[in-house]
C-alpha cells in the first residue's frame, strides 16, 4: 500500500513571499490532517478534512494560511505571505473511513520550510 | 486549554539502559492516548491506550495508562543504538466539527550511545 505523500520536501522561500505545499494521501482515506511542527515541539494541527469539507480549522493562521481539498483527495496546504516564525516541518497525515481511533492516522515525510 | 506535558524533554543513555518515558495531560474530554515514535519526519504509530492499567506491549516496548492520575508512561527495556528517537505523546480529543483530533506533547529525545 502506497503511504502518504507530499512534495515538496524542502523549500526556502524569504519572508513575504508565498509557498505552497501538496499532499496526496492513503487511497480510500477520508480525513486528512495538516500538522505544522516547529524545532522541538510537537506537531501542532493545523486544519482537518472529512472528504472535502473541513472539520477543524481552529488552529488555523486564516490571515495567512489556506488549504483546500478538492474532490476528496489531495491537498493543499498554502501560506501567503510568509513570515520568519512560519519555518517549520509540515506534515500531512491521513486516516480511513473505520477510524474512530485517530492511532489510524498515516504520517507523510514532511515538508520542511525554512523563511529567511 | 488541552494540554499534554511530556518528560524528560532528552535523555542519553547506554545501549542495554532500560528507560522510561513520562506523559501527563489536561484535556477536557478524553478519548485515548497514543505514543508515536519520530526518527526523522514522519511519526510512526507504536501504541493506543483507551483504558487504565492495562499494559500494551510490543517487544522491548511497553505503556500503561493511569486515567484517574491522568498519565501514561513509555518504558523501553535492553535500549539499542535504533531506539534513539523522539518519542511522542499524543491524547484523542473531540474536534470541532464532531471528529476526533490529536493534541501532541513536545516530545523526549531519546539518544542511545553504543
Known amino acids: 500500500e502506497a503511504g502518504v505523500a507530499q512534495s515538496p520536501r524542502y523549500k526556502i522561500i524569504e519572508k513575504r513571499q508565498s509557498v505552497a505545499f501538496w499532499c496526496n494521501p492513503i487511497s480510500g482515506h477520508a480525513t486528512l490532517y495538516w500538522y505544522q511542527q516547529i524545532l522541538g515541539q510537537g506537531p501542532k494541527l493545523l486544519i482537518q478534512f472529512q472528504n472535502n469539507g473541513v472539520v477543524d480549522d481552529s488552529q488555523l493562521p486564516k490571515d495567512r494560511f489556506s488549504a483546500e481539498r478538492l474532490k476528496g483527495v489531495d491537498s493543499t496546504l498554502k501560506i501567503q505571505p510568509a513570515k520568519l516564525e512560519d519555518s517549520a516541518v509540515y506534515l500531512c497525515?491521513?486516516?480511513?473511513?473505520?477510524?474512530?481511533?485517530?492511532?489510524?492516522?498515516?504520517f507523510g515525510p514532511g515538508t520542511r520550510l525554512t523563511v529567511t | 486549554e488541552d494540554k499534554v506535558v511530556q518528560s524528560p524533554l532528552s535523555l542519553v543513555v547506554h545501549e542495554g539502559d532500560t528507560v522510561t518515558l513520562n506523559c501527563s495531560y489536561e484535556v477536557t474530554n478524553f478519548r485515548s492516548l497514543l505514543w508515536y515514535k519520530q526518527e526523522k519526519k514522519a511519526p510512526t504509530f507504536l501504541f493506543m491506550l483507551?483504558?487504565?492499567?492495562i499494559e500494551k506491549k510490543s517487544g522491548r516496548l511497553s505503556s500503561i495508562l493511569d486515567k484517574k492520575e491522568l498519565f501514561s508512561i513509555l518504558n523501553i527495556t535492553a535500549t539499542q543504538t535504533g531506539d534513539s528517537a523522539v518519542y511522542l505523546c499524543?491524547?484523542?480529543?473531540?474536534?470541532?466539527?464532531?471528529?476526533?483530533?490529536?493534541?501532541f506533547g513536545k516530545g523526549t529525545k531519546l539518544t542511545v550511545n553504543p
Open positions: 483507551t483504558s487504565s492499567g
Open positions: 499524543a491524547v484523542e480529543v473531540p474536534s470541532q466539527g464532531g471528529s476526533e483530533k490529536l493534541v
Open positions: 497525515a491521513s486516516s480511513g473511513t473505520s477510524a474512530d481511533y485517530s492511532y489510524e492516522q498515516y
